[in-house]
């Protein structure tokens, strides 16, 4: 009896540890590439859009200018939401594509949306003033 019982508080002892080892790794500060799971040599265009309706879509298939904005985006450190907060509007979705399958969706925001989980970002270029300068620089090249 004694070494069932021992067994059941190793086992639970060993779910615990393995729980808040988990729930750690989840919360811990990351690049949007790790949260998106995001393999940039995999994309072969990027589709910004504009929630403020100032701008129709536009694509990026240039990859000196796909390169660049992984580059941004690299800038931005972010941590998973504990509490879900839904975002109301968005300024900037993007899509990232390889050929026509979409890879991951970002809606920049604060909170960040990214395939529809939310991320605080802890640091990073101000948006969407950064976006903005993206799109432009983009599309004068």
Do not use: C
Request: no cysteine; proline share 3%; net charge positive.
């Amino acid at each position: 009896m004694a070494k069932k019982i021992t067994f059941i508080a190793i086992t639970i002892s060993f779910f615990g540890a393995f729980l808040n080892g988990y729930i750690v790794l989840q919360y811990k500060e990351k690049k949007i590439s790790e949260a998106a799971n995001l393999k940039y040599s995999e994309v072969t265009k990027i589709v910004f859009y504009d929630g403020r309706g100032k701008n129709p879509s536009y694509t990026v298939k240039d990859k000196q200018n796909i390169n660049e904005f992984e580059k941004l985006l690299d800038r931005y450190i972010i941590k998973k939401e504990k509490q879900n907060v839904d975002a109301k509007g968005w300024i900037h979705i993007v899509d990232f594509y390889s050929g026509s399958n979409r890879l991951t969706s970002i809606t920049f925001n604060n909170p960040l949306e990214i395939n529809g989980k939310y991320f605080d970002i802890v640091e990073g270029p101000a948006l969407p003033g950064s976006i903005d300068e993206f799109l432009e620089s983009a599309s004068q090249n």
